[in-house]
């Protein structure tokens, strides 16, 4: 049972902000909202998560609607390495579920 | 820092034969956890060990897989036929017992991709 809803694929110019959508509108009072990417060979990577507040880090931006059923990932000004598969999980605590993530394609 | 190490990184056999993964957490971190990923999806959570506790393995296909965290460091996975189904990469990950609750980030090995012939 999908706990998140995600874009397959989706394309970005270089240097242009990529934001990447997720809904999950089941998701618990305590559960966070995390985001991970998995570059092609590679483990997944943590980005960023939050619970209620619009969250930053050097790497991305997370903005939460208010009622907490959707949320977006901001990569500012995306490059070609930021060519990978993201990954939104709604969890809370040690429970993770991936489902099959946007595969987001920087083109130069 | 070192990170979440695994070996060997590709495994190539054929069906019926035993195999193993091997994983070496984070330095401190208490809780491993193995992931099953199949092409084409997200990882799926096998098993999670606390310390050397096993605390969550309902996904876990008793029959054939096994795994032990005897020390409570490091890991083994093994299969034992194998399938040609059970084709994938096997991920593991470790992370810090948060004292946050909802908290907790997991970081990951680059996998094993096992192919079974």
């Known amino acids: 049972d999908a706990k998140t809803t995600q874009p397959t694929s989706m394309d970005c110019a270089e240097g242009r902000a990529a934001n990447l959508p997720c809904n999950h509108s089941t998701i618990s009072g305590n559960e966070y909202v995390y985001w991970y990417r998995q570059i092609h060979s590679q483990g997944p990577q943590y980005i960023i998560h939050g619970l209620k507040n619009n969250e930053t880090n050097e790497m991305a931006s997370l903005i939460i609607t208010e009622d907490r059923k959707s949320s977006t990932l901001i990569l500012p000004h995306a490059t070609l390495r930021d060519t990978a598969v993201y990954y939104c999980?709604?969890?809370?605590?040690?429970?993770?579920?991936f489902g099959t993530g946007t595969s987001l394609t920087v083109i130069p | 820092e070192a990170g979440v190490v695994q070996s060997p990184r590709y495994k190539i056999i054929e069906k019926k034969q035993p195999v193993a993964f091997w994983c070496n957490p984070i330095s401190g971190h208490n809780t491993l956890y193995w992931y099953l990923q199949n092409l084409g999806q997200g990882p799926e959570l096998l098993i999670r060990?606390?310390?050397?506790?096993?605390?969550?393995d309902s996904q876990l296909p008793k029959d054939r897989f096994s795994a032990e965290r005897l020390k409570g460091v490091d890991s083994t996975l093994k299969i034992q036929p194998a399938e040609l189904g059970d084709s994938a990469v096997y991920l593991c990950?470790?992370?810090?017992?948060?004292?946050?609750?909802?908290?907790?980030?997991?970081?990951f090995g680059p996998g094993t991709r096992l192919t079974v012939l």
């Open positions: 990950a470790s992370s810090l017992r948060s004292g946050r609750v909802g908290y907790n980030e997991q970081f």
């Open positions: 999980i709604v969890g809370g605590g040690n429970q993770f579920y």
């Open positions: 060990y606390e310390n050397e506790e096993a605390v969550d």
